[in-house]
């Protein structure tokens, strides 16, 4: 399968980059079979700058990892093009490591995945490289509300992989924030139909600031429900079930303790467990 990845300028043309042994720039684009990387020692990358993957073939699982500050992701991509914007303005800074994007010296790599990495029982929800609006890259994470509609508590938190939640607000404390709405939902989107069997939430737990959730419900996309019970703790909460097939998983009706004055709950992680089913 042919993989296309190209680092474009916010205006669309092929940014360049530069080696310390090199006199020339060279442009910031390759293509090959099954896997890609683009490397360079002398870049600068800018607010609307953009990665552009284009691929041979739909339905393709891959794994990508856009900056060496991002861990590796498995991500699914349903069609052949999937545009991945660099965010580096000072309210997304606040949500990321300091040097994500941030650097002149510089690795990305795009591959195929292989068989044993979609195969594997796994956490499904995982995606370091999500954003709070749809790229064309699942897993992608999204709510009915996030705090002031700030990256400290975008949805996409939840689902970044980093579980640390004895604090609150700039990295590394980013979480799902719900701005005290009665009705907050999360959304965690497969892109296509995955077997479920486990569900792991990780509260914020920055306690007495924070408050909590007593009981949540989980719906998922063939209508099965499962209310949970949770409790005051930082550790990883974990909630086993019959396998669900689903394309789509939502947490809802989240119900806070009465008993404590804080009017704050939120989510660190939620990670979903299970397999993927693939497409013949």
């Known amino acids: ?31 090959d079979e099954d896997f890609v990387y683009l490397s360079t020692q002398t870049v600068r ?7 552009e993957i284009e691929l041979s073939e ?25 545009r991945y914007d660099i965010r580096l303005g000072d309210e997304w800074r606040e949500a990321t490591h300091e040097s994500v994007f941030n650097v ?24 370091t490289h999500d954003l709070n609006y749809f790229t064309g890259a699942y897993p992608h994470a999204s709510a009915n509300v996030e705090t002031r509609n700030d990256a400290t508590f975008f949805a996409l938190n939840a689902i970044d992989g980093v579980y640390a939640n004895n604090s609150h ?20 989107d497969f892109g296509r139909e995955v077997l479920i069997s486990e ?5 914020r737990a920055d306690f007495p600031h924070d408050n909590y959730w007593t009981q949540g419900t989980l719906v998922f996309s063939d209508g099965t ?10 550790k990883i909460q974990s909630f086993q079930m019959d396998s669900v097939k689903a394309n789509w998983i939502v947490l809802k009706d989240l119900l806070k303790d009465s008993t404590l004055s804080s009017p704050f709950p939120a989510l660190t992680q939620m990670s979903v467990y299970g397999k993927t089913i693939l497409l013949p």
């Open 1 to 31: 399968m042919e993989i296309k990845c190209t680092l474009y300028n916010q205006n669309g043309t092929i940014k360049f980059g530069k080696n310390d042994y090199e006199e020339e720039k060279q442009l910031l684009t390759k293509k």
């Open 45 to 51: 990358l800018h607010e609307g700058d953009y990665f």
């Open 58 to 82: 739909n339905h393709q699982y891959l794994v990508v990892q856009l900056d060496p500050s991002l861990a590796p992701s498995l991500i699914y991509i349903p069609n052949k093009k999937w």
């Open 104 to 127: 002149k010296r510089t690795y990305c790599s795009v591959r195929v995945a292989k068989q044993f990495e979609m195969d594997q029982y796994q956490d499904l929800s995982i995606n």
């Open 169 to 188: 607000g700039s990295y590394p404390y980013q979480s799902w924030g719900i701005n005290q709405k009665k009705d907050a939902e999360l959304k965690i």
């Open 199 to 203: 569900v792991e939430l990780t509260l």
């Open 225 to 234: 429900e499962k209310t949970i019970q949770l409790k005051k703790t930082g």
